[in-house]
Nanobody, 120 residues
Framework: VQLQASGGGLVQAGESLRLSCAVS????????MGWYRQAPGKQRELVAT???????NYADSVKGRFTISRDNTKKTVYLQMSSLKPEDTAVYYC???????????????WGQGTLVTVSS
């Protein structure tokens, strides 16, 4: 299983970006999906997660500015980022928890990361 993330880039403060992350193959189920980020010199932190049913959870620092969504038919998770700030600069990683078969254990996969740079 591979997660292919895209959509990063260089923007100015106040602008928007949309990240996408697609799961490469069909599986029994894709449960929670999410976005995490790691800024230079800092630990990786949660940005937002979304359950298979669409329940969402956000870090306080992005609430009201970022929106996570998913398209289960496309096996893709999105992160719409608005009102970007320089402190949002980081490598953004997508995550998916998948089952290969009914009753199987959850397997955790990460994308390769996409760089978001916000200039002031």
């Amino acid at each position: 299983v591979q997660l292919q993330a895209s959509g990063g880039g260089l923007v100015q403060a106040g602008e928007s970006l949309r990240l996408s992350c697609a799961v490469s193959r069909s599986l029994f189920s894709i449960n929670d999906m999410g976005w995490y980020r790691q800024a230079p010199g800092k630990q990786r932190e949660l940005v937002a997660t979304i359950t298979i049913g669409g329940n969402t959870n956000y870090a306080d620092s992005v609430k009201g500015r970022f929106t996570i969504s998913r398209d289960n038919t496309k096996k893709t998770v999105y992160l719409q980022m608005s009102s970007l700030k320089p402190e949002d600069t980081a490598v953004y990683y997508c995550n998916a928890q998948v089952r290969y078969y009914s009753g199987g254990r959850l397997n955790d996969y990460w994308g390769q990361g996409t760089l978001v740079t916000v200039s002031s």
